[in-house]
Nanobody, 127 residues
Framework: QVQLVESGGGLVQAGGSLRLSCAAS????????MGWFRQVPGKEREFVAA????????YYANSVKGRFTISRDNAKNTVYLQMNSLKPEDTAVYVC????????????????????WGQGTQVTVSS
């Protein structure tokens, strides 16, 4: 059974930074792509970023490109999301997900590509 546990969320002022972590249990973490999504109450879950199994390919939503960076440490079974220049519209619950395969390059935003999800961590950006 795979468990994903996010941490690092909190309250930050606009323009600030946060680093989210997602620790994964289970075997063969290094063979799966990972993704970050975010959700605001009343809205659909939104793709944020994804990374392939090796870390050699990354994908970003246009809304976060240039501000957020996804990375992974396969030795620690952990994926990260560095968020800089945060805006109030980044406020959401951030959820990490494990993909069904080693890459999600065709459609990284497609939620069907992911089969395990964490509970999420709240990020609040004040103006």
């Amino acid at each position: 059974q795979v468990q994903l546990v996010e941490s690092g969320g909190g309250l930050v002022q606009a323009g600030g930074s946060l680093r989210l972590s997602c620790a994964a249990s289970g075997r063969m973490f290094s063979t799966y792509a990972m993704g970050w999504f975010r959700q605001v109450p009343g809205k659909e879950r939104e793709f944020v970023a994804a990374i392939n199994w090796s870390g050699g390919s990354t994908y970003y939503a246009n809304s976060v490109k240039g501000r957020f960076t996804i990375s992974r440490d396969n030795a620690k079974n952990t994926v990260y999301l560095q968020m800089n220049s945060l805006k109030p519209e980044d406020t959401a619950v951030y959820v990490c997900a494990r993909a069904r395969g080693g890459d999600v390059g065709d459609v990284p935003s497609l939620q069907y590509n992911y089969d395990y999800w964490g509970q999420g961590t709240q990020v609040t950006v004040s103006s």
